[in-house]
């Protein structure tokens, strides 16, 4: 801060631009209805402003490229491996590290290496590629959300955090001897970009070792919880967020981490390990599945954008810049009249699509239609976290038991849109809040069978 009232604007300019495209409405409501209502099939070039997720969409930094073009490429042992590795040893204290080229591959590697089947992996809340994970391995995805959490209006600091209780409680009772990991999502994507507080973190990392199970951080924004904790949590503000990371990852027996966020790159993941027995068992998963251990399915070039991304992304100056712009959007929303989860987190903000369109059931699915109006009155992409992709359906594809909420999700991409884009995406939400009754909603026509919401195909309702 350069006074009380003067925020200081991000730390970088930007010097490298990429066009994008506006549609007429005509061409949108084309567009839509040809990926069969569902956002997941449009093509980018069809989309004003892509808030659809913030994994990989992040723009890289010149010293970011500067690094990759002296990337190693050599198929073992390439100095890139190293860089990475010893910025990512400094960060997290693991002794064993290994490449994975994204979140996904690292769960795959640590869950088929770490649990059997019939166990259970309990978390705070399970991401979806992180539960279809957890079942490939033949073991339950449990979640135990703590019960802040459903009250989306109120300020509670960490809704992200696990039910302490009930974890006991589990771990104490019949199922106990079952459970095979401790996950917790820092912070918590299916749960309105919530923080977990250290001292929940503190309070697991007690509990797995009086029952003697791993505890693991599924650490996709290491920085962005680091951030909410110094901000949020007594006893932490003369820490740095990287100091504060390392602490949360010091609490943990290990971590999977979806590096397309807080590492800054398009893609790229790491797994992080203490225990030697397991790092072998994941080591020869990761040469058979992934490649090599020096490289686990990333270039050189990738390797070393990573280690430089690592150091930028806990900069207190580019995390208070972002954690500005996302409080400020989520104000104009709000002011616009549209509700979303509070307090508001940093990589996204959830709308409360149930309260803003009660004229339509679960079973219309509110948070579908809201986010195909975002597209169709202004080109914007979101993603709808409500009953189409999280209730159940019957055969017929129709809905049976709704989420608990219609929410849809705006995620933000680092250092890539103004304050005119979020101007212009919370404009395009205000009118549709001065006249909500106008939407209607959605049928399914098709839907596969696991992970429905990717490539479900919808028709309007009449
Ligand atoms: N864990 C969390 C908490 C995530 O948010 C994601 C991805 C993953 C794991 C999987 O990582 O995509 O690199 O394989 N989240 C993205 C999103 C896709 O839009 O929230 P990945």
């Known amino acids: 801060m350069l006074s009380h009232d003067i925020p200081l604007p991000p730390p970088y300019r930007i010097r490298v631009v990429e066009p994008i495209p506006f549609l007429s409405p005509r061409e949108r409501r084309e567009a839509i209805a040809a990926a069969g209502y ?107 959300p703590c019960p802040e959490a459903a009250d989306l209006d109120s300020a509670e600091p960490f809704k992200g955090n696990i039910d ?35 001292a929940n973190l503190t309070a697991v990392q007690a509990i797995c070792r009086r029952f003697g199970v791993p505890f693991f ?31 949360a990852f010091q ?58 991304g690592l150091r930028e992304v806990v900069d207190p100056a580019y995390l208070a810049a972002r954690a500005g712009q996302t409080a400020r959007f989520a104000r104009m929303i709000n002011d616009a009249g549209v509700d979303t989860i509070q307090p508001a987190g940093i990589h996204a903000l959830y709308l409360n699509a149930g309260r803003l369109l009660p004229h339509l059931s679960p079973a219309e699915f509110p948070g579908h239609s809201l986010g195909c109006q975002l597209y169709l009155d202004g080109g914007i992409r979101s993603a709808e976290l409500g009953s189409l992709y999280l209730g159940t359906l019957d055969a017929g594809n129709r809905l049976v038991s709704p989420a608990p909420f219609e929410l849809v999700r705006l995620a933000i991409p680092r250092r890539v849109y103004t304050e005119e884009h979020f101007l212009y995406a919370a404009a395009v939400l205000g009118a549709i809040a001065k006249d909500p009754e106008r939407i209607r909603g959605y049928r399914i026509v098709s839907a596969p069978p696991v992970l429905r919401h ?8 009449e």
């Open 217 to 247: 951080l599924d650490a996709a924004r290491f920085a962005e919880n680091a951030w909410l904790v110094r901000e949020r949590e007594d006893g932490y503000q003369e820490l740095t967020p990287r100091e504060i990371a390392t602490r």
């Open 164 to 198: 302490l209780a009930a974890l006991e409680q589990t771990l104490a009772g019949p199922d106990g001897p079952r459970v095979g990991l401790v996950l917790l999502t820092i912070t918590n994507n299916g749960l309105g970009a919530q923080p977990v507080s250290m």
């Open 251 to 308: 609490l943990a027996d290990g971590c999977v981490i979806s590096l397309k966020k807080d590492g800054l790159t398009a893609i790229g993941g790491l797994i992080g390990l203490r225990d030697d027995d397991l790092f072998a068992r994941c080591e020869a998963n990761l040469i058979a599945t992934e490649g090599f251990s020096t490289y686990g399915g990333l270039s050189g070039r990738d390797l070393e954008r990573l280690a430089q």
């Open 38 to 144: 569902n956002p997941f099939n449009l093509r980018a070039d069809q989309i004003t402003v892509d808030l659809l997720s913030d994994s990989g969409t992040g723009a890289t930094s010149s010293a970011q490229e500067a690094a990759a073009a002296v990337g190693d490429e050599s198929y073992a042992g390439a100095r890139s491996w190293f860089r990475f590795r010893d910025e990512a040893a400094d960060l997290t204290g693991y002794p064993h590290l290994l490449p994975v080229h994204q979140g996904r591959a690292g769960e795959r590697v640590l869950f088929s290496s770490l649990l059997r089947p019939g166990q259970i992996c309990v978390s705070n809340t399970h991401f979806d590629t992180t539960h279809a994970n957890v079942e490939l391995a033949g073991a339950e995805p449990r979640d135990l």
């Open 454 to 461: 990717f490539k479900v195909r919808l028709a309007p309702l």
